[in-house]
């Protein structure tokens, strides 16, 4: 056990400390020495008084300090709180992210199918139109004037409805 000599109040007084705690318990000293400064002339001519006014004066900052780290605990649960929020909206808007890039693939896949069958409704048009102009006796089919142009205007129908919806799907 070691002894601190302190000086409060311009009165020194010794106080018992466990070992290695000096140094700690000077500077509380100091702090108690610096609160008794702050009563200015307000110090009675007791010893006993003053080091009580000293200590309401301490304990009035301690008070103040435990409720301003409650407050700070309390701030920290509700931003642990609002973190939680956004952790969870981020997750939702990654979701959806993936979902509509999916939907633009699928839309993708089916533009693609769309134009392919197109192209092979063009071929097969194209096929028909030099088949029937090489046969001798073409059927009656072929023989209707309003048949041809209105298989290209459906197959153009078609290729206008494959390009909206590439249009319309949503870009990666």
Do not use: W
Not at 27 to 50: F, H, I, M, P
């Amino acid at each position: 056990m070691s002894e601190v000599r302190l000086l409060v109040g311009g009165r020194e007084y010794t106080v018992g400390c466990a070992d290695g705690e000096e140094a700690h318990v000077t500077r509380l000293g100091e702090v108690v020495d610096a609160k008794l400064q702050q009563l200015g002339s307000n110090l009675t001519a007791r010893d006993a008084q003053n080091l009580l006014f000293a200590a309401l004066l301490l304990a009035d900052e301690l008070d103040e300090q435990r409720r301003a780290a409650s407050e700070a605990a309390g701030l920290r649960e509700r931003l642990d709180g609002t973190a939680g929020e956004v952790r969870q909206a981020i997750a939702e808007r990654d979701d959806e992210i993936e979902r509509l890039r999916a939907a633009h693939q699928d839309a993708e896949v089916d533009a693609a199918a769309a134009r392919s069958e197109i192209e092979t409704l063009r071929r097969e048009l194209d096929e028909l139109k030099a088949a029937g102009a090489a046969a001798s006796p073409a059927p009656d089919l072929f023989r209707d004037p309003d048949l041809a142009p209105a298989l290209e205007r459906f197959a153009d129908l078609l290729e206008n409805c494959a390009e909206k919806l590439e249009s319309k799907a949503p870009a990666p």
